[in-house]
């Protein structure tokens, strides 16, 4: 794929030769965002009942370029980097490195972790035709499971071939995506997509160094009506499906509703169908079985909004029944700030699970947003959300997951304040033991300027 990539530069440098290169760049454009984040996170009764506390600061973002078009090709370049600085003796890396630490020391701390970095995290060229685009390189994207993620410093980003087809007349939508590697928010390396999953059991699972993954999605959205199906296909590793229907309306009074439905089944496929059922496995012999329902209802007026949303992700006996997200997905409705898959998101983790993505889980979501323009104290919006799982797994009860968010934004900048709140925080490991903590706090300051 990297000699395609090369000989497709190639191409589209041999036309830009046979035209005027001086309108091709100059008549591009660029963009970016200058980002500051603060983050503590701190947890009482971890291992041995004992606490921990870490924060850090860094600043960072992204600086990028779009070319004009040249007889329907355009490029595009992003620079991005995170940079630490009054740092403390404990480290809190989810800003930083820290998928560089677990893929290099097998931990996410140490100094890997902690360490400042930059990527050159996009570069793509993309051929536009009346209603198609198709584009190959590295990029962002954003579907329900692959997803750029970007409640940290940096998305996290892909490398591969996206074909999109629009017809805005039937409202119909088709993408067929063929992806080689990914790069994790914390990490400036892209790794070979599976083994970013899996790791050093890439292997043992699926009986060779590494895979790719095949995503096709097909989407149907007019009149208030959307239907979304997705399918990713993972040689040797799992077949994922994701569903989702909904209805959206707004009366002439200024009422508007919005009811959605989603489901997920993921299963093994292949030879780690095989291999995961075998002695020793990483999962403790059990192949992926998982399958999820979620529903969803937005009501808002004006500047006012309240979501309510209840998931489960089912238990299956003797199978691995949590859902298998390693690539910055957090696709359940009832997702928060914290149950964002912090853990199977990093190299080698899949198998790992928190909170409402744990097999057996349900969980119910109350959040309400607030506009203040009205006011004429224009800018600022608030966020209440409130999460209650339970599980029958769960030694110490409910997972309790209050989230609470105070935004000001203004032209091209933003502030906001974060405050999250969880009691008993869950876990799940490899082979599916669940864990506990007393509790958790994390706070943030995300300060952002895009142009």
Same mark, same amino acid.
């Given at each position: 794929?990297?000699?395609?990539?090369?000989?497709?530069?190639?191409?589209?440098?041999?036309?830009?030769?046979?035209?005027?290169?001086?309108?091709?760049?100059?008549?591009?454009?660029?963009?970016?965002?200058?980002?500051?984040?603060?983050?503590?996170?701190?947890?009482?009764?971890?291992?041995?009942?004992?606490?921990?506390?870490?924060?850090?600061?860094?600043?960072?973002?992204?600086?990028?370029?779009?070319?004009?078009? &040249?007889?329907?090709?355009?490029?595009?370049? +992003?620079?991005?980097?995170?940079?630490?600085?009054?740092?403390?003796?404990?480290?809190?890396?989810?800003? &930083?490195?820290?998928?560089?630490?677990?893929?290099?020391?097998?931990?996410?701390?140490?100094?890997?972790?902690?360490?400042?970095?930059? $990527?050159?995290?996009?570069?793509?060229?993309?051929?536009?035709?009346?209603?198609?685009?198709?584009?190959?390189?590295?990029?962002?994207?954003?579907?329900?499971?692959? %997803?750029?993620?970007?409640?940290?410093?940096?998305?996290?980003?892909?490398?591969?071939?996206?074909?999109?087809?629009?017809?805005?007349?039937?409202?119909?939508?088709?993408?067929?995506?063929? &992806?080689?590697?990914?790069?994790?928010?914390?990490?400036? $390396?892209?790794?070979?997509?599976?083994? %970013?999953?899996?790791?050093?059991?890439?292997?043992?699972?699926?009986?060779?160094?590494?895979?790719?993954?095949?995503?096709?999605?097909?989407?149907?959205?007019?009149?208030?009506?959307?239907?979304?199906?997705?399918?990713?296909?993972?040689?040797?590793?799992?077949?994922?499906?994701?569903?989702?229907?909904?209805?959206?309306?707004?009366?002439?009074?200024?009422?508007?509703?919005?009811?959605?439905?989603?489901?997920?089944?993921?299963?093994?496929?292949?030879?780690?169908?095989?291999?995961?059922?075998?002695?020793?496995?990483?999962?403790?012999?059990?192949?992926?079985?998982?399958?999820?329902?979620?529903?969803?209802?937005?009501?808002? %007026?004006?500047?006012?909004?309240?979501?309510?949303?209840?998931?489960?992700?089912?238990?299956?006996?003797?199978? %691995?029944?949590?859902?298998?997200?390693?690539?910055?997905?957090?696709?359940?409705?009832?997702?928060?700030?914290?149950?964002?898959?912090?853990?199977?998101?990093?190299?080698?983790?899949?198998?790992?699970?928190?909170?409402?993505?744990?097999?057996?889980?349900?969980?119910?979501?109350?959040?309400?947003?607030?506009?203040?323009?009205?006011?004429?104290?224009?800018?600022?919006? +608030?966020?209440?959300?409130?999460?209650?799982?339970?599980?029958?797994?769960?030694?110490?009860?409910?997972?309790?997951?209050?989230?609470?968010?105070?935004?000001?934004?203004?032209?091209?900048?933003?502030?906001?304040?974060?405050?999250?709140?969880?009691?008993?925080?869950?876990?799940?490991?490899?082979?599916?033991?669940?864990?506990?903590?007393?509790?958790?706090?994390?706070?943030?300051?995300?300060?952002?300027?895009?142009?």
């Amino acid at each position: 794929m990297k000699k395609i990539f090369l000989a497709s530069a190639l191409l589209c440098a041999s036309l830009i030769a046979q035209s005027d290169t001086t309108n091709f760049v100059s008549d591009g454009e660029a963009f970016g965002n200058i980002k500051y984040f603060y983050i503590e996170t701190d947890k009482q009764g971890i291992s041995n009942k004992a606490n921990s506390s870490a924060h850090a600061n860094s600043i960072g973002g992204q600086l990028g370029y779009k070319t004009s078009k &040249l007889y329907g090709f355009y490029a595009k370049v +992003t620079f991005m980097t995170t940079n630490g600085f009054a740092l403390p003796n404990v480290v809190d890396t989810s800003i &930083l490195g820290r998928d560089n630490g677990v893929r290099l020391e097998g931990s996410a701390g140490g100094e890997i972790a902690q360490q400042s970095f930059s $990527v050159l995290g996009e570069a793509v060229i993309t051929y536009t035709g009346k209603s198609y685009d198709i584009n190959y390189g590295r990029q962002v994207i954003k579907t329900p499971l692959i %997803h750029a993620k970007e409640v940290r410093m940096l998305p996290s980003a892909v490398q591969g071939s996206v074909f999109n087809y629009d017809n805005k007349d039937f409202g119909l939508d088709i993408s067929l995506s063929y &992806l080689t590697d990914f790069k994790q928010r914390t990490s400036n $390396v892209f790794t070979n997509i599976v083994e %970013h999953a899996l790791g050093t059991n890439t292997q043992a699972i699926i009986g060779h160094a590494g895979a790719d993954v095949v995503v096709s999605e097909l989407g149907w959205n007019m009149d208030g009506f959307k239907i979304e199906a997705t399918n990713y296909y993972a040689q040797d590793f799992m077949n994922s499906f994701y569903g989702v229907i909904g209805y959206k309306r707004t009366t002439q009074k200024g009422f508007q509703y919005n009811l959605m439905a989603e489901g997920i089944i993921q299963r093994s496929v292949g030879n780690a169908d095989e291999n995961l059922q075998e002695v020793g496995s990483v999962t403790g012999a059990k192949r992926i079985s998982a399958d999820s329902l979620s529903l969803k209802g937005d009501f808002a %007026h004006f500047e006012s909004k309240i979501t309510m949303a209840y998931s489960l992700v089912r238990a299956k006996e003797g199978t %691995h029944d949590s859902l298998v997200l390693p690539w910055d997905g957090t696709p359940l409705y009832t997702n928060n700030m914290t149950s964002n898959v912090l853990f199977s998101s990093n190299y080698g983790q899949a198998f790992k699970a928190d909170s409402i993505y744990i097999g057996g889980t349900q969980s119910y979501k109350l959040a309400y947003v607030q506009g203040y323009d009205f006011s004429g104290i224009e800018g600022f919006k +608030t966020t209440l959300s409130y999460v209650v799982g339970d599980n029958e797994a769960f030694d110490l009860g409910y997972i309790h997951d209050l989230n609470a968010v105070v935004k000001y934004t203004k032209d091209n900048y933003s502030i906001a304040f974060k405050g999250i709140f969880v009691k008993h925080a869950a876990s799940a490991d490899e082979a599916g033991n669940i864990s506990q903590i007393d509790a958790f706090q994390q706070y943030r300051v995300i300060a952002n300027y895009k142009f």
